[in-house]
């Protein structure tokens, strides 16, 4: 998964007349923003989304996980995901990203769920996917590991939506 540098990281200036942003609520808005006092210009600051698959290997039915090698949450566990690109659909976002972190390639996407992390701003889609060959660990991974569905390293996740997915995941098996 990509590196969030920080969780809300903007610029303070207008990206379109460089005036320094302020905050206030525009008209017909309900919440504050940050806005350009001189052209009008509202800074929104939207969630952006992540996307992951947790990889099936047939026929044990292990699933694939690897060990973060960056910051946040260095040494913990994960399935492969990271940021979409403008360009690419959610689908292809996960299988790139399950290459680049795990070199494994899969087939057969199917959705486990969304999840929501408001802190620092991140909307997670899950897909669930078979894998179609052997992996190895990619440049932002410590190491890869197979496991079965009943060892799955719960104390050593990542993120809360880590922790959730895979609770799905395992609950409609
Ligand atoms: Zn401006």
């Avoid at 903007?10 to 320094?20: D, E, L, N, W």
């Avoid at 609520?25 to 989304?49: M, S």
């Avoid at 946040?72 to 994960?78: L, R």
């Avoid at 299988?95 to 057969?108: F, G, I, P």
Wanted: glycine share 8%; net charge negative.
């Amino acid at each position: 998964m990509s590196t969030i540098s920080h969780p809300h990281s903007f610029s303070r200036y207008c990206m379109h007349c460089g005036q320094r942003l302020t905050t206030a609520t525009p008209e017909g808005d309900f919440k504050r923003r940050l806005v350009c006092l001189d052209c009008g210009f509202v800074h929104y600051i939207n969630p952006r989304p992540v996307a992951g698959i947790i990889p099936v290997r047939e026929p044990d039915g292990h699933i694939l996980l690897v060990r973060r090698a960056i910051e946040p949450q260095a040494g913990q566990w994960v399935f492969p995901g990271g940021f979409m690109d403008v360009g690419e659909t959610a689908e292809e976002a996960a299988v790139r990203e399950t290459m680049e972190e795990a070199n494994l390639a899969v087939r057969d996407l199917s959705l486990v769920g969304v999840y929501t992390r408001p802190g620092p701003g991140v909307v997670v889609i899950v897909y669930e996917a078979i894998a179609v060959s052997d992996a190895s660990a990619g440049h932002e991974s410590l190491e890869v590991g197979w496991f079965p569905p009943h060892s799955i390293p719960w104390d050593e996740l990542a993120f809360d939506s880590t922790i959730a997915a895979l609770k799905d995941w395992a609950a409609r098996r």
